[in-house]
Antibody
Framework: QVHLVQSGAEVRKPGASVNVSCKTS????????MHWVRQAPGQGLEWMGI????????TYAQKFQGRVAMTRDTSTSTVYMELSRLASEDSAVYFC?????????????WGQGTMVAVSS | DIQMTQSPSSLSASVGDRVTITCQAS??????LNWYQQKPGQAPKLLIK???HLVTGVPSRFSGGGSGTQFTLTISGLQPEDFATYYC???????????FGPGTKVVIK
């Protein structure tokens, strides 16, 4: 069975960085693109970026460019998302999601979400 | 950039009702459109891919339609477990670009 298990909730001060992990299991890790999506309290879903199956390429939504870094570790089947220079507006639940294989592109499996709170 | 809008932003309905949610793209996106359901405190769940293809395991009361700029998600015979927020998602088939609509919340009347 496919699972994406994310790291626990984090609290950070403004200006700090946060690193969220997403450990995958139940499928061939190296064959799938991975994404990160965030959701501020009471708000909608916001796509942050994508990392290729090999991890050699990333693309970030313009809003996060220069402030986000996505990586993956094949040895542990884990993907990571680091967001720096945090502000209160970055308080949100962060989800990792697997992109489906095949002729369409959709997020078919999701992690449980990681709450990040930014507060002084 | 392609912008996605959804209407209504929320709707009130009763069990057994037929409900239709609309998603509009600012320019033509062929059928590169997915639908997700999200319940409070949970991750989104993929319901429909490529505008009209029901994901395996999703009840047949859910259906999707449309192409180009106008898309619909219909729930025929609303069930108690269907009260949730629904998001459309545009994807670019060639580029790494994904955009969610603002969501439609379905609440109990």
């Amino acid at each position: 069975q496919v699972h994406l298990v994310q790291s626990g909730a984090e609290v950070r001060k403004p200006g700090a960085s946060v690193n969220v992990s997403c450990k995958t299991s139940g499928y061939s890790f190296s064959n799938f693109y991975m994404h990160w999506v965030r959701q501020a309290p009471g708000q909608g879903l916001e796509w942050m970026g994508i990392i290729t199956p090999s991890g050699d390429s990333t693309t970030y939504a313009q809003k996060f460019q220069g402030r986000v870094a996505m990586t993956r570790d094949t040895s542990t089947s884990t993907v990571y998302m680091e967001l720096s220079r945090l502000a209160s507006e970055d308080s949100a639940v962060y989800f990792c999601a697997r992109e489906s294989s095949g002729s369409y592109r959709a997020f078919d499996v999701w992690g449980q979400g990681t709450m990040v709170a930014v507060s002084s | 950039d392609i912008q996605m809008t959804q209407s209504p932003s929320s709707l009130s309905a009763s069990v057994g009702d037929r409900v239709t949610i609309t998603c509009q793209a600012s320019q033509g996106i062929v059928n590169y459109l997915n639908w997700y359901q999200q319940k409070p405190g949970q991750a989104p769940k993929l319901l429909i891919k490529d505008a009209s293809h029901l994901v395996t395991g999703v009840p047949s009361r859910f259906s999707g339609g449309g192409s180009g700029t106008q898309f619909t998600l219909t729930i025929s015979g609303l069930q108690p477990e269907d009260f949730a927020t629904y998001y459309c998602q545009y994807y670019d088939f060639s580029l790494p670009l994904f955009t969610f609509g603002p969501g439609t919340k379905v609440v109990i009347k």
